[in-house]
């Protein structure tokens, strides 16, 4: 194989999935382009998050649910993934494309095709790369059990907590998002525009150009027409989330309602999931679905924190039946405060501003507290087993 390309001067690429036979394969196609990393399956992800490769090829052939899963994981971190396999069914390379990656490369052949790939990818510097946010999910277990109340208030909370930092909340329904409305500004950005323009934007521009709250939240949404909804796909979800923690401390992400892909990209990308229920037997049964869908995308109690919210000492259902019935522990809860909570949806306005003493306020400091994303101290899961 002619060596005609300089010597390597691209970080190394992670691999994933790979036995000794194709890690050598792997290794010929790339000699001179890139060094190897062979990673574990489970743990390349935490192994990413800390090295931030620009590229990861994963090898489908042996764990293949375990290397969907990584991929979709790894693209909502912004790596390139590249799948790579024997397997050269049309199914397959849907299977990959639809799990985030890249490209898709057959592993064997005469014509080099991973590393075809590899050196489609541009080389690209790693001060390009800027610190990474933190990125917390609310997900509601059913319609109105309060995860936008949740999501804009835990932004309110960070804000008052770190007002050096900057937050963003993005609102992931582009249909029908209640994210501006609760915040009662105009959409000024639509996240369809900010999409066309995220290689182009630096810091202070992206800043100034979001939609911005009285508090200084700026906000991403697709507000007015429904039928543009249709520009944000799961890759549009995928790279706004990685675009945003690039330029925001914590990126707040609301509006998920569904598995559905868009979604899922979303739910991969966060860092903490918070699933939100109420004290009814519809959300619980919800909650508890919800639970087993996130154990099967392989989050684990250190990614989900069960909320409940308008929280009653006294109802029906009270919090060891809940706890009984989901099998993990509640992570928080939030008082039941229709006047307080209404009031301040209804003046556009967050709750440590319009009711900084009121209980509602305190128990979502207590929940940015317990999500144990900010210098303050942690607080421990309250009720039930641990996680
Ligand atoms: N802690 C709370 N106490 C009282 N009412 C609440 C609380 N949280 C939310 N609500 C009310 O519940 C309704 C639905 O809340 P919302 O945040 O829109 O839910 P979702 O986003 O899950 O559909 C809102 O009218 C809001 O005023
Ligand atoms: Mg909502």
Redesign the pocket.
């Known amino acids: 194989m002619p060596q005609s390309n300089p010597p390597p001067d691209r970080p190394p690429i992670v691999v994933a999935g790979a036995h000794d036979l194709e890690a050598a394969i792997l290794k010929r196609q790339l000699e001179g382009i890139a060094e190897l990393e062979l990673v574990e399956t489970a743990l390349a992800r935490e192994w990413a998050r800390e090295r931030r490769p620009q590229i990861a090829l994963l090898v489908m052939d042996h764990q293949r649910d375990e290397i969907v899963a990584l991929c979709r994981m790894l693209a909502a971190d912004g790596v390139a993934c590249i799948m790579v396999s024997r397997d050269r069914d049309p199914d397959t390379i849907l299977l990959a494309m639809r799990s985030g990656a890249r490209d898709f490369a057959y592993l064997e052949g005469e014509d080099s095709d991973v590393r075809r790939a590899v050196t489609a990818i541009p080389a690209e510097a790693p001060a390009a790369r800027p610190h990474r946010g933190v990125v917390l999910a609310v997900f ?1 277990s ?10 804009t208030n835990l932004a309110g909370a960070l804000c008052e907590a770190e007002p050096q930092h900057r937050t963003v909340i993005l609102d992931v329904d582009a249909q029908l998002g ?1 994210v501006l409305t ?1 915040l009662d500004v105009p959409s000024r950005y639509a996240w369809s525009e900010l999409r066309a323009n995220l290689a182009r934007l630096d810091d202070e521009l992206v800043h100034r150009s979001l939609t911005e709250h009285e508090s200084g939240i700026r906000v991403v949404a697709q507000a007015g027409d429904p039928e543009d909804a249709d520009l944000i796909d799961a890759a549009a979800v995928t790279e706004t989330i990685a675009f945003l923690r690039q330029h925001y401390d914590y990126v707040i992400v ?1 509006g998920l309602r569904d598995f559905r892909e868009t979604s899922l990209a979303a739910l991969d990308a966060a860092d903490r999931v918070l699933l ?1 229920m109420t004290q009814d037997v519809p959300a619980l049964k919800n909650a508890s679905r919800c639970l087993g869908v996130f154990r099967r995308l392989g989050y684990g109690g250190d990614k989900v924190a069960v909320v409940v ?3 009653q000492k006294r109802a029906k259902l009270d919090l060891d039946t809940i706890v009984d019935a989901l099998g993990v522990g509640i992570d928080a809860t ?5 006047t ?3 009031a301040a ?1 209804d003046q556009g306005t967050l709750l440590v501003k319009s009711a900084p003493h009121s209980h ?1 306020t305190e128990d979502v400091r207590d929940l940015v507290r317990f999500l144990g994303v900010t210098r303050r101290a942690r607080r421990r899961s309250w009720f039930g087993r641990a996680q």
């Open positions: 509601g059913k319609g109105g059990v309060g995860a936008t109340t949740l999501a209640d609760f609301d939100a919210n308008r929280f939030v008082a039941n405060d229709f307080t909570v209404h949806i509602v």
